[in-house]
Structure formats: structure tokens, C-alpha cells
């Protein structure tokens, strides 16, 4: 089935930095990637997808290209703020929908 | 459209007792899944089904754990003669379409605790 290597956490920031997490999958064919972010207390919630190669999900500023050749799916925000302290996982579609173990993510002011 | 919505949010079950966990899918989907989530841990895979049919129960124990989606109501995940580790929030998703190229929509989750 199809899986995902996250970049491993914590991850502590400053509030403004540039963020970077690290996602790369295998996969049979091509399926849709996706980004969920889960808040404190809260169920996953879906952050960005893109279904094709080359494709750009965006949302909150947050941005990811489906990049077929390296096969990675990276999550960037150029400027993160405190509210964005969440944990992250990368997904890409599978029979089944699993997630790995995702990225915590720490904001500080 | 509501979203997926789970109840009850918090359950506190004594040892040997039965839990039962609720999952309403959004409206227009017929997709379920089920995990289980430790304290800073990710999310465990427990089953997916679909209307009515177990797809995939690979995820779940070989005792005590069951689920069911019946063709009316709510989709259940059912833990017989619960155990101090069992003790953990368990969410539901739900999506329109097959996992491969249809977001899932997630509930607020369960949070068991067995004392």
C-alpha cells in the first residue's frame, strides 16, 4: 500500500519564520496527496490536497507541490504565527486512509 | 451540512464494562473510518467500512473490538470488557468517495477512559 516519510518532530519555531516540513511517499499510480492538521483537542482537518503532478495545494498560507520525479510533497509556510501550533500529517491516498506518526509543530511568540 | 459527529465526546467506563462509540458520517457519505490516538502519538488505523460491509479490519484487536455501519444510523465501534488500556480518544472520518482521492472529514472524537 501507499506510504509516507515525515519529517520526524517536535519543531520548535519562532513566531515569522519560514517553515518547512518534509514529506515523501511510494505509491502506486498516482494518487491525490494530502495535508491534514490536527489542533489541540481536535479530530484531523484537511490543510491542502493536490491530485495531480506538478499541481499546488495552498491554503493559510500554507503550500505544498505535488512533486512526482522526487516523489515528495513538502509543506512550506513562509511566515508561521502562533495559532499555527498543531500537529501535521502527510498523507497520500491510499486503499485505506493511514497516516504515519505526523510533525509536531511549536510556535513560539 | 453538519459535519461528522461523534458521541458521546467523553465516556469513563469501569474495568469489564462495555463501550459503545457512536459516529454519525456527513450526509452523502458512505465511507467510515475508525482510529484510536494515544497521548502525542499519531493516529492508529483500527477499520474502514463502507455501508454495511467491513472493508478493511486489519488494524483492529481480535477481541473485545468490533464495528458495525448499518444501512440506517449510525456507524458503531464497540469495546467489550474494556481494560485500563483502552483508555484513549478514538475518532471517526468519514469521505464521499474511495481513500485514494477523496478527503476525509473527521469527528471531534471520543475520549474513553477506563477506571
Redo the contacts between chains.
Sequence with gaps: GNSVTQMEGPVTLSEEAFLTINCTYTATGY??L?WYVQYPG?????LL?A?KADDKGSNKGFEATYRKETTSFHLEKGSVQVSDSA?Y?CAP??????????T?LTIIP | NAG?MQNPRHLVRRRGQEARLRCSPMKGHSHV?W?RQLP????K?MV?LQKENI??E?GMPKERFSAEFPKEGPSILRIQQVVRGDSAAY?C?S?QGQ???????????TRLTVV
Design positions: 494518487p491525490s494530502f481536535e479530530g484531523l482537518q484537511l490536497k491530485t500537529v500529517f491516498g491510499n486503499e485505506k486512509l493511514t497516516f504515519g506518526t505526523g509536531r | 461528522v473510518y482510529y502525542e502519538e499519531g493516529l488505523f474502514y472493508i478493511d486489519s475518532f472520518a469521505s481513500p485514494r482521492n477523496t478527503e476525509a472529514f473527521f469527528g471531534q472524537g
